[in-house]
């Protein structure tokens, strides 16, 4: 693929969550298919970071109700 379908490819993908790639800009800008793929490194870590967000939120409420050491 070119970089310029590859752009129009992760400009228009949802991730599994329905989320857009927040950071467009960067894909707009990309000049080489590594920028284009530091791009996606960049979105798999903010969701890695979200996955890591909701277990702690589920622990705290664990917690929060006296179940998480049973």
Known sequence: MTIKEIKAKMLAWEDFYGHDISDANSIKEAKTKRDLAEVLRE????????HMDAIRDEEQF?????????
């Open 62 to 70: 664990e917690r929060e109700v006296g179940l998480f050491y049973i």
């Open 43 to 50: 979105h798999k870590h903010i969701l890695e970071q979200e």
